[in-house]
């Protein structure tokens, strides 16, 4: 994948906090789905399971691949195509697949677990059966894959961005979900961060920044980080992705 050309961090970084425990966690839970073969690549699933002791574990890609092993039961559950159902209001998400042989619903609840983990209710049940075995622990959303990718700035709050605004060029930025980071410059800035996902949402926690100061460009700058540092919501349209938060909105175009 291309990398953006950036400076170094200098040592004026801030960092808002710390999140060692829970990304070794995270990282922990996604080496125990991925060492199953049965299962997909981390990397091109959209939300992942796994229970307290390991026993079971879940990879989905959202409308496409769901794998599913149970191995204290000896159970294994494979489908190609899933049905994705979010209510209306909330960031509850059901899944329905079906084999020949076997009907998997799993429910992603809002209630949290651990670190930006969310709780997971799954029934399994052969075809023909009305009852099934019933499981519960902690999954992850890894967000949409397209956004690993880098993306050069089109629009702050829905207004065209020139490069003429920035001292040196558009700002980029760069989301690779192998590492779950973000980096890249911001108008005047360059900054990092760790990402972490809801359903649609995009969460940078820490964001790191440099501190100069650029004027006019500035101030655009401080529109862009104050979106990327807000629980904002992620949507595509084609090349285009767009970050909403209260904040406001910041609108980047995949660079070729």
């Not at 307290?52 to 959202?62: A, G, P, R």
């Not at 973000?182 to 820490?206: E, L, R, T």
């Not at 992705?241 to 070729?256: H, N, Q, R």
């Amino acid at each position: 994948m291309k990398r953006i050309s950036i400076l170094a961090l200098s040592s004026a970084l801030l960092f808002l906090g710390s999140c060692g425990n829970s990304k070794e966690k995270i990282e922990e839970i996604e080496e125990a789905v991925t060492n199953q073969s049965k299962h997909q690549d981390i990397s091109s699933v959209d939300f992942y399971a796994v229970n307290e002791n390991e026993d079971w574990k879940l990879s989905i890609t959202f409308d496409g691949k769901i794998v599913f092993t149970d191995d204290e039961n000896d159970l294994s559950f494979v489908a190609d195509k899933n049905e994705k159902q979010v209510a209306q209001g909330a960031d509850v998400v059901t899944i329905t697949a079906g084999n020949a042989t076997h009907i998997l619903r799993v429910n992603i609840d809002i209630a949290e677990c651990d670190n930006y983990g969310k709780q997971v209710n799954i029934m399994l049940r052969k075809v023909k059966e009305q009852k099934g075995k019933d499981y519960s622990g902690c999954g992850y959303y890894r967000g949409a894959p397209m956004l690993h990718d880098i993306w050069a700035l089109e629009k702050i709050n829905g207004e065209k961005a020139s490069a003429d605004e920035f001292p040196k060029e558009l700002p980029a930025f760069e989301f690779n979900l192998v590492t779950k980071k973000m980096s890249g410059f911001a108008g005047c800035n360059q900054v990092n961060g760790d990402i972490y996902f809801k359903y649609n949402k995009m969460i940078i926690d820490p964001l790191a920044s440099t501190r100069m100061y650029c004027g006019e460009a500035s101030h655009l700058e401080q529109q862009i980080i104050s979106v990327l540092k807000s629980e904002h919501i992620y949507s595509f349209n084609g090349l285009m992705l767009t970050f909403e938060s209260v904040e406001g909105s910041i609108t980047l175009k995949k660079v070729d």
